[in-house]
Nanobody, 119 residues
C-alpha cells in the first residue's frame, strides 16, 4: 500500500485548504484512512479518520472546522480545512489502516504535506 499526499501550503488565519491522499496498491484491504499532524517539537496527533463504512472521528480541536471524506472507491481521502488557526500549522500525514476502528494508527504512512497558517 502506498499513499501520496498533496495540497498543503501557506494560508492566512481564517483561510481554507484541502488536502488529498491517494491510495495505491492493495487498497481493497484498507478500511480506515486518516490524517495525523505533527508540529515542531510535538508528538504526532490524530486529526481525523474515516472508515470504509462511513464513520468519521475528529480531534476536538478541529471539530466543526475540518471535514474528512473519501471517494466511493475509498481510494482517495480528502481533508477539508476551514477557519484555519496558527495552531493548525504542522506536517500533515495520511495514514491507512486495515482495521476500521483501531485505537492506534495503521501501518501505512504517506510522505507528509506541510500546512502553515500565518499572516
Amino acid at each position: 500500500v502506498q499513499l501520496q499526499a498533496s495540497g498543503g501550503g501557506l494560508v492566512q488565519p481564517g483561510g481554507s485548504l484541502r488536502l488529498s491522499c491517494e491510495v495505491s496498491g492493495s487498497e481493497f484491504a484498507i478500511n480506515a484512512l486518516g490524517w495525523y499532524r505533527q508540529a515542531p517539537g510535538q508528538a504526532r496527533e490524530l486529526v481525523a479518520v474515516a472508515t470504509r463504512d462511513g464513520a468519521t472521528k475528529y480531534a476536538d480541536s478541529v471539530k466543526g472546522r475540518f471535514t474528512i471524506s473519501g471517494d466511493n472507491a475509498f481510494k482517495t481521502v480528502y481533508l477539508h480545512m476551514s477557519r484555519l488557526k496558527s495552531e493548525d500549522t504542522g506536517m500533515y500525514y495520511c495514514n491507512a489502516d486495515h482495521y476500521a476502528y483501531s485505537s492506534v494508527p495503521g501501518d501505512y504512512w504517506g510522505q507528509g504535506t506541510q500546512v502553515t497558517v500565518s499572516s
